[in-house]
């Protein structure tokens, strides 16, 4: 198979194919003369490569249900509004702390 042909069949871009073989994901025969590279592959390759990739999505699905029902996955939760009122009544006492007077512009 041709590098195209890798690509089409993995429904990838050539360029994907040549990562994967930088990676040693894929291996290939340069059959290529001087400068000219030319990439083949072997289909049971492939089909190797396939088989090494090919994920179980049944126990994902358990995760993703556990982690909608759990709202944020873990994470904590902040609440923005109230991190906002806190600044504002944190400046408002600075401000009072040091006398300056409420209004924006002095008179």
Same mark, same amino acid.
């Given at each position: ?16 194919? $040549?990562?994967?073989? /930088? ?7 340069? +059959?290529? +003369? ?11 390759? +492939?089909?190797?490569?396939?088989? !090494? !990739?090919? #994920?179980?999505?049944?126990?994902? $699905?358990?995760?993703? $249900? ?8 873990? %994470?904590?939760? +902040? ?8 600044? #504002? ?5 600075? /401000? ?8 924006? %512009?002095? $008179?």
């Amino acid at each position: 198979m041709t590098m195209q042909e890798v690509a089409d069949f993995l429904n990838v871009s050539p360029r994907h194919v $040549r990562n994967l073989m /930088k990676a040693g994901e894929l291996s290939g025969v340069n +059959i290529g +003369i001087g400068d000219r590279v030319t990439w083949r592959f072997d289909p049971a390759e +492939i089909s190797d490569f396939m088989e !090494r !990739r090919r #994920q179980d999505l049944a126990p994902d $699905r358990t995760v993703r $249900r556990e982690r909608r029902r759990s709202g944020s996955g873990g %994470y904590p939760v +902040i609440d923005f509004a109230a991190l906002h009122v806190e600044k #504002q009544s944190a400046r408002a006492r600075e /401000k009072a702390a040091r006398g300056k007077k409420s209004g924006r %512009y002095k $008179r």
